[in-house]
């Protein structure tokens, strides 16, 4: 590890960790450190909640091997769940804004995923990233002629296209569009995700120092992605993953190795159960 000076790290109390581009490798995988590092967090009774745009029930393989006994953030916040997947809060989108969003997303020609609480849904088994999303999650979509009367329990819309510029552009066109009714962001570069406002990273910091009892300043934070640049602005430390773009590394505390090198349990190891951490404020591990 790489330092400067030292200074102390604040008693972190609770860890809220991205699971895609952090928590897993790119195949989608825990590697043994990681799981290891979960389990000194136990050790050190600190909590360890995990938050991510995928549905609660896509985290099911996480949850069974981690042992996760903490509420899990699906959706980015938009449905809140026990570990063992009942509902414990829901954040719809308004139906007008959602069958907004979703004829913006057609007229430029992105594909289209619409969840509610519970089951997700496409026009075309065929379109991008459905394969790989139905390995991610672990279940299948339903197939649908139209959308329809879904859109008043939508939950998540997800415009879909392989060109990532496009995403880009339509991510700040979506929120300005709007008006603020929704929050629009980057899970993936593919991917880009629209939830009710509260639905997204930085709210889910906020429901847990509410629901622990807990000052922001002992919440740490890890992601990839510029959705969780909103949670690294309300918690105490922040830590970016080494495959994140220069964007997100700039919004964080700290700096450490990338998805596939270890660096969530690296990042565990030396910001969150160490005593003492690097001053630099992009440091690597």
């Known amino acids: 590890m790489v330092s400067q000076s030292e200074r102390s790290v604040p008693q972190i109390k609770l860890v809220i960790a991205d699971v895609d581009g952090t928590l897993v490798t790119r195949d989608k995988a825990l590697t043994p450190h990681a799981i290891d590092a979960v389990r000194k967090l136990h050790e050190a009774e600190i909590r360890f909640v995990i938050t991510s745009g995928r549905p609660p029930k896509g985290v099911k393989m996480i949850v069974d091997a981690l042992q996760l006994s903490e509420p899990i953030a699906g959706f980015n916040g938009g449905v809140l769940t026990t570990p063992d997947f009942k509902t414990i809060a829901v954040r719809l989108i308004p139906p007008d804004v959602a069958r907004l969003a979703l004829e913006f997303l057609i007229k430029r020609e992105l594909a289209v995923f619409l969840y509610t609480d519970t089951e997700w849904f496409v026009q075309d088994e065929n379109a991008p990233h459905v394969t790989n999303e139905q390995k991610t999650v ?36 979506v929120q300005e569009l709007s008006a603020g009714q929704v929050s629009a962001a980057l899970s993936q570069p593919y991917y880009l995700d629209i ?23 002992s919440i740490a934070t890890i992601g990839d992605m510029p959705n969780d640049i909103l949670m690294f602005e309300k918690s105490g430390i922040s830590i970016a993953m080494g495959n994140a773009s220069p964007e997100v590394q700039r919004a964080a505390t700290f700096v450490t190795a990338s998805n596939e090198e270890d660096g969530f349990a690296k990042a565990m190891e030396g910001f969150v159960l160490g005593t003492r951490a690097v001053a630099a404020t992009r440091a690597r591990v």
Do not use: M, W
């Open 138 to 173: 672990q279940f299948a979509p339903c197939v649908v002629k139209e959308f329809g009367s879904l859109l008043e329990r939508a939950v998540k819309i997800v415009g879909v296209s392989d060109d990532v510029d496009a995403v880009a552009r339509c991510a700040k066109a």
């Open 195 to 217: 939830t009710h406002p509260d639905a997204n990273k930085g709210h889910v910091v906020q429901l847990c120092c509410k629901h622990y009892n807990l000052r922001p300043e």
